[in-house]
């Protein structure tokens, strides 16, 4: 049997252990352990209850050596910008804040007193998001600067697990881009940005790259999970492993990485810090062997899963996908409105937006994710042209991966808007990139377009017309 490789992909709303190995030159997949995840309010902050998952993290773990299945190596991705306080003992200091709370507003015209927000961009090439772990640090600076003066490691949330695992403290490139801290040029924190702001330089730990090996477990997490293995470094940010899963053989590839946020955007080798990317909204996030993720961050099926919880009561999302489909209702939102971040209420805000705008307001279920998917749709749309506009390329396809590669309607919807084929496929894209820079790093894949290849090779892809 081929070695296993053990991918931790752990997302907003959940999380899901993937074993994977080859066989006959395929990747193939096997689910151990999934997890629900969330925001929970703690001392009055939404935050991540990062206790209970480091034990699910184990407990998937052990469910791994129950089974037999002992894997050489483990990697663990998740979302982008939140991160943990550690003082000197190791202990954290105060909540896993989530990028949902709302202590980061007003913290951009703190940070804009220091820098403009023209000068931050050409510095660092990131869009703007009030929720970037810039303005989360500028939070705690004007808030809470106790925190700050007891801290002496700043770790993101992946790199925080992959410390628990192997007591190793380091930053992963790919994960530290979207904070909005690292320059483009030298692909390493801004130091000089950092003191300029105020924030406390011992914090940041020393950067490393997809594929680094950190070591192995610690010998208290092998004594509870029963074996030992490497702890590689994936590109910890879900969006940088689900663009390694991109199943194309070129370079110039248009892909919608699909969840929570729907991620759009194509590859390319250096950055693009001018004022019309900035005026755009699009960002250059660090991708695998130094690539840049040139892409936006969009609303995406957060919207559709506030709504589920909200009037979808037992329904799958597969479910509200075609009761959506069957309806006719024309009206538009703006998915990329800050008012769509964290509502109290998604069904009244989508409503209300609808309202505000003249249009028909949706009544219902049905209606309700008949105008968010129509909407995604023409933003997809909107942000095609914006792309092609800054590349200069002409795209002729889109390929769309993750969890949203499922949604059949807002699949055949983007084909429509965008009037270009959608390949969509495969479904578990950032695991199978998490799993893919583990087998790169163990020889057992040859590079990027060997990694591709082999996706391409391993899954289903299906294909939407316009």
């Known amino acids: 049997m081929n070695p296993y490789y053990l991918a931790i992909d752990i997302g907003a709303s959940s999380g899901r252990h993937i074993l994977a190995h080859l066989e006959d030159g395929k990747m193939v997949l096997e689910e ?8 929970v309010e703690k001392d009055g902050e939404n935050s991540w209850d990062v206790d209970e998952l480091f ?32 003082d000197g003992n190791g202990e954290r200091i105060g909540n896993a804040v989530a990028y949902r709370d709302g202590r980061t507003k007003g913290m951009d015209e703190e940070v804009y007193k ?8 050409a510095r660092t090439g990131i869009q703007k998001a009030i929720f970037n772990t810039i303005y989360q640090l500028m939070a705690l600076k004007v808030r809470k600067p106790e925190q700050l003066a007891k801290a002496e490691v700043m770790l993101l949330m992946p790199d925080y697990f992959h410390y628990m695992l192997s007591g190793v403290a380091v930053t992963e490139y790919t994960e530290a881009t979207t904070g909005q801290m690292v320059s483009p040029e030298t692909k390493d924190w801004d ?11 011992r914090i940041f730990q020393k950067m490393v790259t ?27 940010h879900d969006t940088g492993s689900a663009v390694i899963a991109v199943p194309t053989d070129s370079d110039d590839a248009l892909y919608i990485s ?3 946020w729907s991620l759009m955007g194509t590859e390319i080798l250096k950055a693009d810090c001018s004022p019309e990317s900035m005026a755009n909204n699009l960002t250059n996030e660090g991708g695998y062997d130094y690539r840049f993720r040139y892409l936006k961050n969009i609303m995406g099926l957060w919207m559709i899963q506030s709504v589920k919880k909200e009037i979808g009561g037992d329904l799958g999302y597969g479910e509200i996908c075609e009761m959506a489909s069957g309806c006719a209702i024309p009206s538009i939102v703006d998915c990329n409105d800050d008012r769509f971040l964290a509502p109290a209420n998604m069904t009244e805000e989508v409503r209300s937006a609808c309202r505000e705008s003249g249009q028909q307001v949706p009544e219902g279920l049905a209606e ?4 968010i998917y129509n909407s995604l749709a023409q933003c997809y749309a909107q942000t095609i042209k914006q792309l092609e506009s800054m590349t200069g390329k ?28 959608v390949y969509a496929g495969p479904t578990e894209a950032t695991a199978i990139g998490n799993v893919a820079a583990q087998m790169m790093t163990a020889g057992e894949l040859a590079g990027l377009k060997a990694a591709r290849a082999c996706v391409f090779d391993s899954f289903p892809i299906t294909q939407y017309q316009p």
């Open 32 to 39: 151990v352990h999934r997890f629900p995840n969330g925001m």
């Open 55 to 86: 034990a699910q993290i184990k407990l998937g773990m052990k469910k791994c050596a129950q089974l037999g299945k002992i894997p050489v190596s483990v990697g663990v991705d998740t979302w982008g910008v939140d991160f943990v306080l550690l």
């Open 114 to 121: 220091i820098i403009s927000e023209r000068d931050l961009y």
């Open 191 to 201: 130091m000089e940005l950092i003191e300029k702001l105020g924030y406390p330089k």
């Open 210 to 236: 997809p594929g680094t090996v950190l070591g192995e477990l610690t010998a208290e997490v092998q004594k509870e999970v029963g074996f030992n293995c490497k702890v590689v470094e994936p590109a910890t």
């Open 258 to 260: 699909s969840g929570t």
């Open 368 to 371: 309700v994710a008949s105008v």
């Open 394 to 421: 002409k795209y002729d396809r889109i390929h769309i991966v993750g969890g949203g590669s499922n949604a059949e309607y807002l699949n055949r919807l983007t084909a429509k808007a965008t009037g270009i084929p």
